[in-house]
């Protein structure tokens, strides 16, 4: 069983940067790739991008490259996104997953319970 945990939403203004933090536990946790997902009142789940835990290795979706960038800190089983110029576009309920790695939502087994990010104009 994989535990996640999200935190460090909040409300921002346009422009602003925000970290979020996913922590994971698990006995199986390296086996998992790990991906940020969001979603947006009345639209479907969007992939963010991902990471691996063995050698941080990323991949982003197209909305994202160049504003965020996910990394991890092993030793801590934690999981970052960094989120920089942040947008309206960008407000949604972010969730950390763990998975096998894809952009499909239904790839990943497990999830967090979501941390909310709003940005305003």
């Known amino acids: 069983q994989v535990q996640l945990v999200e935190s460090g939403g909040g409300l921002v203004q346009a422009g602003d940067s925000l970290r979020l933090s996913c922590a994971a536990s698990?006995?199986?946790?390296?086996?998992?790739?790990m991906g940020w997902f969001r979603q947006a009142p009345g639209k479907e789940r969007e992939f963010v991008g991902r990471?691996?835990?063995?050698?941080?290795?990323?991949y982003y979706a197209d909305s994202v490259k160049g504003r965020f960038t996910i990394s991890r800190d092993s030793a801590k089983n934690t999981v970052y996104l960094q989120m920089n110029s942040l947008k309206p576009g960008d407000t949604a309920a972010y969730y950390c997953a763990a998975g096998m790695g894809g952009a499909s939502p239904r790839t990943y087994a497990y999830w967090g319970q979501g941390t909310q990010v709003t940005v305003s104009s």
């Open positions: 698990g006995r199986t946790l390296s086996n998992y790739v």
């Open positions: 990471t691996s835990w063995g050698d941080g290795s990323t």
